[in-house]
């Protein structure tokens, strides 16, 4: 695929091996996403769901938010029937794009307005907005469901059969000087 036009992102080259995605661990997931302080979070917004990025901070392993005045995520400081807050999830990543190498990590759970005042005082000095709206309020994501996965190269052993690691020949490929009988090495056509 040597052709640009070909690609759906000229000038991105494509990974030299294969690529698995190796499951975190709730403990390590969290780890990586204290790391980084820009995520998305979705939730639903007129009964479908939305994404919105945002900054954000860990607070054990609560992920705390800032919110603005009349932000489409106003949405979410109303949980009605006195159910533990509104279900969002919440996504952050650092994958490398020349690389194709990096880690994802989404946790789901309720997400509630901070109403103790020395929390929410405690949030605004540490978390910044990065957008310039007066921030009024903070949202607080209790995580019940937390996963993720790191994307690494592929083991020689873990490529697929049928085919080969990047700069090689498939087996039965005119290059080995052998002929393909089709058969697949269990037995099975």
Same mark, same amino acid.
């Given at each position: 695929m040597s052709d640009p036009t070909t690609r759906p992102w000229p000038g991105v080259p494509e990974p030299s091996a294969p690529r698995h995605m190796k499951p975190l661990d709730r403990g390590e997931a969290l780890r990586l996403l204290r790391s980084v302080s820009l995520g998305r979070i979705?939730?639903?917004?007129?009964a479908l769901p939305a994404v919105?990025?945002?900054?954000?901070?860990l607070d054990g392993e609560d992920i705390i938010i800032r919110?603005?005045?009349?932000?489409?995520?106003a949405s979410l400081t109303d949980p009605a029937d006195g159910r533990p807050g509104a279900v969002v999830a919440?996504?952050?990543d650092a994958i490398d794009p020349e690389r194709h190498l990096g880690w994802s990590v989404v946790v789901t759970g309720y997400? #509630?307005?901070?109403? $103790?005042?020395?929390?929410? /005082?405690?949030?605004?000095?540490?978390?910044r907005p990065w !957008? *310039? #709206?007066?921030?009024? $309020?903070?949202?607080?994501? /209790?995580?019940e469901l937390v996963t993720g996965f790191r994307l !690494? *190269?592929?083991p020689v052993d873990a490529v697929p059969l049928g085919t080969a690691p990047a700069g090689?020949?498939?087996?039965?490929?005119?290059t080995t000087g052998t002929a393909s009988t089709g058969a697949s090495p269990t037995g099975a056509a």
């Open positions: 979705v939730f639903t917004r007129q919105r990025p945002v900054n954000h901070l919110l603005g005045d009349g932000a489409a995520l919440y996504e952050a997400a #509630r307005v901070v109403e $103790d005042p020395a929390d929410l /005082r405690r949030y605004e000095s540490l978390l !957008v *310039s #709206r007066a921030m009024t $309020d903070a949202l607080r994501i /209790r995580p !690494v *190269s592929a090689t020949a498939p087996a039965g490929s005119a």
